[in-house]
């Protein structure tokens, strides 16, 4: 006797899909499941970088408009600008130049490294902030 054509080698095991899953065509694998959470995931983790660069910048701005010894409305507006700053290109590199420069132009005796540093220190606190919903 020949074999039948759906023999228990051949056999997949069957999923229950929706009779509208059908229609629509939404039906869904596990594998698409966890590929949408994965893509949700790093959509969350994305936008919550964003926010924490952003509010690195402004911490930053704060501190260094402190040592020039700005005050009152001019510490916010220098922060804004600092934050303003990083949308010019991509990378950290110009939010550190012009807080370096504007720092050393006001005769403040830092150096590119401390900047760089007190950058790495506001986003760690940035980033926690963040994620705590603040």
Same mark, same amino acid.
């Given at each position: #006797?020949?074999?039948?054509?759906?023999?228990?080698?051949?056999?997949?095991?069957?999923?229950?899909?929706?009779?509208?899953?059908?229609?629509?065509? $939404?039906? #869904?694998?596990?594998?698409?499941?966890?590929?949408?959470?994965?893509?949700? &995931?790093?959509?969350?983790?994305?936008?919550?970088?964003? &926010?924490?660069? *952003?509010?690195?910048?402004?911490?930053?701005?704060?501190?260094?408009?402190?040592? #020039?010894?700005?005050?009152?409305?001019?510490?916010?507006?220098?922060?804004?600008?600092?934050? &303003?700053?990083?949308?010019?290109?991509?990378?950290? $590199?110009?939010?550190?130049?012009?807080?370096? $420069?504007?720092?050393?132009?006001?005769?403040?005796? *830092?150096?590119?490294?401390?900047?760089?540093? &007190? #950058?790495?220190?506001?986003?760690?606190?940035?980033?926690?902030?963040?994620?705590?919903?603040?």
């Amino acid at each position: #006797m020949g074999a039948s054509p759906l023999s228990i080698a051949g056999a997949r095991a069957a999923r229950y899909v929706t009779p509208s899953a059908v229609q629509t065509g $939404e039906h #869904m694998t596990t594998f698409d499941e966890r590929e949408q959470g994965f893509e949700k &995931k790093f959509a969350l983790d994305q936008d919550q970088e964003f &926010k924490a660069g *952003v509010r690195r910048n402004r911490m930053l701005g704060q501190w260094a408009a402190g040592l #020039m010894g700005l005050a009152g409305d001019r510490i916010d507006e220098y922060a804004k600008a600092v934050v &303003k700053s990083d949308f010019e290109l991509p990378g950290d $590199e110009d939010v550190l130049r012009k807080v370096f $420069e504007d720092l050393k132009g006001a005769g403040v005796a *830092v150096t590119e490294g401390d900047v760089r540093m &007190k #950058m790495a220190e506001l986003l760690a606190q940035a980033r926690e902030l963040v994620r705590a919903g603040n």
